[in-house]
Structures are given as structure tokens and as C-alpha cells.
């Protein structure tokens, strides 16, 4: 059995305050005032520092001397350094995965995908959390992957760049009505390149969808800034 560890205090603040960031409910440039978060969670100053500093290093805050904590801008610059690797990084996953194993050994991911499908399925588009149970849904596809790859080093990676790719991930959804039905598309395409042993055909998936989903994001951010 493998040993979990508790999540700390400051990692649970952490989530909060980042799902909150993911979902567009505290705005890039807003400050996070310490003495507000702590009496708004019942918890430490101390802590909601703490909580501070592991959502910098996720790249959803910056700290500024004597300013505080604010809520990290979405650039063009940051997008396009996030997807240059996260791309990669999701390409090595799906080669590990496929150099071990093949066929019906994969049925675990398949169901996962399925789940993932009836989600979306089952979703209006025009419900206010639909982005985030798709976005869920499709990590649970990688975090099962995880596993089966057994490669502790790319796991910590992936998780250390979810919160940011799941920020990105979410504009998508909310600005785009038909990225409901594409998360499903390349999730069907996966499956069906993975039960293929198609190793070139599930890169090639991950980095269509990759670059489709950094152009919209783009264009997003195009629109902003001309706005």
C-alpha cells in the first residue's frame, strides 16, 4: 500500500484559494489580503502565508515587497511557456504508458475515458460548473495513468503544472461552446490510439489538442488586450 501523507493546513488553503483563481472568482491583478483569507477560513495568518508561497510557486500569485500577494496576470509569454512543455510532458506520458502496456491491460484508462464522456454528455454547457467537472474528469484520466506508468519524477511534474494548465484549460471551456464536445473528441481519440499500441498516433492527438487549446486561449487573451 502506498503511504499517503495528510494534506498540510497550508495545502488545503492553497487549493481554496487556487480553484478560486482557476475559476476566474478572483480576477488577475487582485490583491489576497492575509488577515482577510485568515479570518474568512478560521485559520492562521501564518498559514494563509504559507498558502501564499505554494500558489507563487504555481504561478497563480506573485509577491510583491510591502504589496502582498496578487493574483498572477494570464500573458501570451506565460501561456505559450506553459504549453511548450506541458505538451512534452504529456507526450512522454503517453509513450511510457504504451512501452508497458498494450490492449485490453488499458481497460482501467478506457472506463476512464468513458466516465469522462458521460460527464460531458450528461452536462449543459451553459451550466456555471460544467468547465470545472469536465476539467476534473480529465485529470482523473491522467492521475489513473499515473500508475500505470509507476515514474514518481513525471508524476510530481504533471501535478506541480495542473493548476496552472486547469486555469488556461478553464478560459477555454467558459469562452468556447464547443470545447465541451472537443475534450471528448481527443479523449476518444487517445483511447482509440491506445488500444492501437499507436504510440505517433497519441502524440499527434495530444499535440493537436495541445495547440488547439493554447490558439484559443491566445485569441482570448488577443481579445482582452483590444477590447
Not at 59 to 78: D, K, M, Q
Not at 96 to 116: C, D, F, N, Y
Not at 160 to 168: C, D, E, L, Y
Amino acid at each position: 500500500m502506498r503511504f499517503q501523507a495528510p494534506e498540510s493546513l497550508s495545502e488545503q488553503i492553497a487549493q481554496h484559494i487556487g480553484q478560486r483563481i482557476v475559476t476566474g472568482d478572483l480576477k488577475p491583478g487582485e490583491r489576497i489580503q492575509e488577515l482577510k483569507v485568515a479570518g474568512e477560513l478560521n485559520v492562521s495568518r501564518g498559514s494563509v502565508r504559507e498558502s501564499l508561497l505554494i500558489l507563487q510557486r504555481r504561478h497563480l500569485v506573485e509577491i510583491f515587497p510591502r504589496r502582498g500577494a496578487v493574483v498572477s496576470s494570464l500573458t501570451p509569454e506565460l501561456v505559450n511557456s506553459l504549453y511548450d512543455i506541458y505538451i512534452d510532458l504529456l507526450c512522454m506520458l503517453g509513450r511510457k504508458l504504451l512501452e508497458r502496456w498494450s490492449g485490453e491491460q488499458l481497460s482501467g484508462v478506457m472506463a476512464r475515458v468513458r466516465e469522462l464522456q458521460a460527464v460531458i454528455d450528461a452536462l449543459n454547457s451553459s451550466r456555471g460548473d460544467a468547465a470545472e467537472q469536465v476539467i476534473d474528469a480529465g485529470f482523473g484520466v491522467m492521475r489513473y495513468t499515473y500508475g500505470l506508468v509507476e515514474n514518481p519524477f513525471l508524476e510530481e511534474t504533471l501535478e506541480n503544472f495542473r493548476p496552472a494548465i486547469s486555469r488556461t484549460y478553464f478560459v477555454a471551456l467558459e469562452n468556447f461552446r464547443d470545447e465541451l464536445e472537443e475534450t471528448g473528441r481527443f479523449f476518444r481519440l487517445l483511447a482509440d490510439a491506445a488500444l492501437r499500441g499507436d504510440s505517433p498516433g497519441l502524440e499527434q492527438a495530444i499535440c493537436e489538442f495541445g495547440e488547439h487549446q493554447r490558439q484559443q486561449v491566445l485569441s482570448i487573451l488577443k481579445q482582452e488586450v483590444s477590447a
